[in-house]
């Protein structure tokens, strides 16, 4: 109102909105096999959708088993993985290296893409004797949201399976908006039984007359 009996009226509308913070990766672990005391390939993947929020670490780990880490040495190519970002529309084929031997139960691995020597990450693999851990933190891109995302990565020969027992992997993967999200993928190791590896360990004679 203005002293001479003036008076200005406006509206300003807001329009308020509720933000959705989806965190809901989908994870699958595999073996190459779940033979007791043999080298394995593991393979952990993990996909996003689009507009889910960004990951900003992961940890794998087990409770039994074991990486062979006394057998690694600096420039040891261990694996490899496929990564895509964009939905897609971006994607790398990287190798998973040996960059730093730690300590007889800790290495750092680097992917690298094959393609352009492109540095994607790296992160540590640690024997928590019993069990292993693999840990990684993700890049910062400037916002909270994927577009849609994806990787495989395998380690390949390089997994100890325990003794016959329950092994499971844990994985826990954390948001950059502080979500959680922990799945569990068990596996039972087995023992083959001396002899039962070949068929013709058996010398079965059809004919024979079994009252003898």
Known sequence: DSELGDQDVQS????????VTDFSPAISVSLSNTDCDSLADLTISVSQDAGEVDMLSALY????????ISNMNVGDVIGSALLSANSGSNTFNAELTVTTVVSSNEVVITS???????VLGSFTILN???GISISATTVPDGNNFTSGNSSTITFMNVFINPGQSSLVF???????LGDQDVQSF???????L????????????ATANTDD
């Open 170 to 176: 844990t994985t826990t993967l954390d948001s950059e």
């Open 194 to 205: 001396p002899g039962c590896t070949d068929p013709l360990a058996f010398n079965y004679d």
């Open 12 to 19: 300003f509308p807001f329009t308020i909105t509720c933000l």
């Open 128 to 130: 928590l004797n019993p």
């Open 186 to 192: 068990p596996f039972t190791i087995t023992c083959l």
């Open 61 to 68: 780990t087990s409770n039994v088993g074991s990486f062979d």
């Open 112 to 118: 690298t893409d094959i393609n352009t020597g492109l």
